[in-house]
Nanobody
């Protein structure tokens, strides 16, 4: 079992920045990747960014150059630095952990609201 706790969401003006954090606990050694997803009202949940335990990253085209995902292994925490925020970035952001131990399983955080508005 892996537990994920997100923090850092809030209201920000267009062009502003926020940093989301996702603290993992439990079976940390089984985590193979961590990622951030988002879901806007009336839309499907979509991948924003992902980082593997080896440090490989991938991003949605819509956030490339603006968002950066990172991971602090010592703190078992993943971060999403979001710069140059746009109103279309408004969504609930979810942290996800991919794990493998005798089989694949994904764990999700509870979500944190990000609102970009003037």
């Amino acid at each position: 079992q892996v537990q994920l706790v997100e923090s850092g969401g809030g209201l920000v003006q267009p062009g502003g920045s926020l940093r989301l954090s996702c603290a993992a606990s439990g079976s940390i050694s089984s985590i193979t990747a961590m990622g951030w997803y988002r879901q806007a009202p009336g839309k499907q949940r979509e991948l924003v960014a992902q980082i593997t335990t080896g440090g490989s990253t991938n991003y949605a085209d819509s956030v490339k150059g603006r968002f950066t995902i990172s991971r602090d292994g010592a703190k078992n925490t993943a971060y999403l630095q979001m710069n140059s925020l746009k109103p279309e970035d408004t969504a609930v952001y979810y942290c996800k952990a991919d794990t493998y131990r005798l089989g694949y399983r994904a764990y999700w955080g509870q979500g944190t609201q990000v609102t970009v508005s003037s």
